[in-house]
């Protein structure tokens, strides 16, 4: 169920009437988008609708695009991208702490990375790791930040099935136990179903669905979660075998 | 239709499968190694070694005039006469001052300046222009506005070992810094880094393999430049020395100075080299 603090506390993100342009891809036609403390929103889409343009425009990386709207976003946000983007020539620990500040920031990025299972691996090069270590790596140095609200565009895609059901597992946990706000840009509608208090669909530029997944926590399956995801492919244009 | 039937495909995947199974493993294809065999230590040596033994047969067997090209042997005991009476550590050490003064205000000004004209557009445009220009004359032809302009003196020769050592360095660093990932640049957005920060440990990581490799061609130029500027009315050095040999005809005492520079530009070659392996272990390429 959704925290009943999610209720009544203002919402972190606040997203009114948002149009973004580009010359040559991507189209925002008038989003509003509410997300409040410590709630996991997914956000689904086909290629094309939009889904990438509304977290960029989120994450403060759309220099280039015109666009009007009002965007009210927390200070401390963090990204993870769906590639890891660790910096080649720095050590895993150095990436983590990477534009952080203050006396205890080695303590609290070899902190950050026990919390993703990766105590030891420290001074390992970031060619030196799996592409879900890499992808962990990435997580701590968001985490390290304490974000109010993370950010995540298809974090898992580029990432084995079997992995992807440990990452699902972990992002989880970490959510729960930091509770920012999550914005998860996904195509995957099993892993709204797992992760999100709420999916929204983008569909050409504009929301299409705003749906709270009402299901407990832990594994979702059975037939309330087989419905949502039945009709969810169905917003996103797939008929789903039944 | 000429096309394989599906059934024609499937079964050919089939007998594939089967081969490494059915044949002996030595008759098993083996795959094609693209990348390099790990190298021999000094594996690099072969080479000049076979150069100096041909060329030591040559001259003993009398195949070799020792007025065109003196034996092997003959270099090394001329070189150790010019220690004994001084006059070689006194050149070279004229010549390695000029040259590596040459090489630290031409390599710093090619870094200053590419992190300039690579990191801002305005920059771009006031020097990306003219270096590209300047890049036309050969650094050889402004020898002559060199003398106008500083003279014979120990300023143009360093002068020009600087110019010499600038343009690559700042080419090499220059396109790198352009070719920085966007992504990286992303990154560095969204986590809050600060303009110095960028540079430090973004920019700089990311430009450091360019900034090195256009440092050895830098410190090969070094050596050109060198050459040439101490065969123009020097009193001093390695280049003195040989001029001054060859108006004696000491073919002998022209091949040692031969070696020296060799010896000096593989030396000062090697310790970029090691420079670069040591700042860059992070990288994992074909020759590692």
Redesign the interface.
């Given at each position: 169920m959704i925290p009943q603090t999610n209720i009544v506390s203002p919402p972190v993100v606040s997203i009114r009437g948002l149009t973004r342009r580009y010359t040559l891809k991507g189209v925002l036609n008038g989003v509003d988008l509410d997300i409040r403390r410590g709630e996991f929103v997914a956000l689904l889409g086909r290629s094309g609708s939009g889904k990438s343009t509304l977290l960029r425009a989120l994450a403060g990386l759309d220099h280039e695009a015109e666009g009007q709207g009002q965007i009210v976003r927390p200070d401390r946000v963090a990204v993870v991208f769906q590639d890891a983007r660790l910096l080649p020539w720095k050590r895993a620990l150095d990436n983590v702490t990477l534009g952080t500040t203050g006396p205890d920031r080695r303590r609290r990025g070899i902190e950050a990375l026990a919390e993703v299972e990766l105590s030891g691996r420290e001074q390992a090069w970031p060619h030196e790791l799996s592409g879900g270590e890499q992808q962990r790596v990435a997580l701590a140095r968001a985490l390290i930040r304490g974000p109010e609200l993370l950010l995540a565009d298809e974090p898992f895609g580029a990432l084995d099935a079997l992995t992807r059901i440990r990452m699902h597992a972990l992002l989880g946990k970490l959510s729960r136990a930091h509770a920012p706000a999550v914005l998860l840009v996904t195509h995957d509608v099993d892993e709204a179903i797992a992760l999100a208090h709420r999916a929204i669909v983008l569909e050409d530029g504009h929301l299409a669905a705003d749906v709270p997944i009402a299901l407990p926590q832990g594994p979702r399956r059975g037939e309330a979660a087989a419905a949502l995801r039945g009709r969810f492919l169905s917003l996103l244009g797939v008929e789903a075998a039944a | 239709m000429n096309a394989p039937s599906f059934e024609t495909i499937a079964a050919v995947e089939i007998v594939l499968r089967q081969e490494p199974i059915a044949a002996p493993p030595k008759a098993a294809k083996q795959v094609r190694r693209l990348g390099l065999d790990p190298p021999a230590r000094f594996g690099w040596l072969l080479g000049p070694a076979l150069l100096v033994f041909y060329w030591g047969v040559l001259s003993a067997t009398g195949w070799l005039d020792p007025r065109i090209l003196p034996a092997p042997w003959t270099a090394v005991s001329t070189g150790i006469d010019l220690i004994r009476e001084g006059r070689l550590q006194e050149n070279l050490l004229v010549s390695a001052a000029r040259a590596s003064s040459g090489l630290v205000f031409g390599a710093a000004a090619g870094v200053a300046l590419a992190l300039v004209s690579g990191l801002s557009p305005m920059g771009g445009y006031l020097i990306d222009g003219v270096v590209q220009i300047k890049r036309g004359v050969p650094i050889l032809a402004l020898i002559p506005f060199m003398v106008l302009w500083f003279g014979i003196g120990e300023v143009m020769k360093v002068t020009v070992i600087a110019i010499t050592v600038f343009f690559p360095v700042y080419i090499h660093t220059h396109s790198a810094l352009r070719a920085i990932d966007i992504?990286?640049v992303?990154?560095?957005?969204?986590?809050?880094?600060s303009r110095l920060?960028f540079l430090r440990?973004?920019a700089l990581?990311?430009t450091?393999p360019g900034l090195l490799l256009g440092l050895r061609f830098g410190v090969t130029a070094a050596w050109l430049a060198l050459v040439v500027v101490e065969q123009l009315n020097a009193t001093s050095g390695i280049g003195y020395m040989v001029t001054l040999a060859r108006n004696y005809a000491q073919s002998d005492v022209m091949l040692v100075g031969l070696v020296v520079y060799a010896a000096l530009g593989l030396a000062s070659d090697g310790a970029v080299r090691l420079l670069e392996r040591r700042v860059?272990s992070?990288?994992?390429t074909l020759a590692r």
């Open positions: - | 992504k990286q992303e990154l560095a957005e969204t986590l809050g880094l920060d440990q973004v990581g990311a450091l860059l992070w990288r994992r």
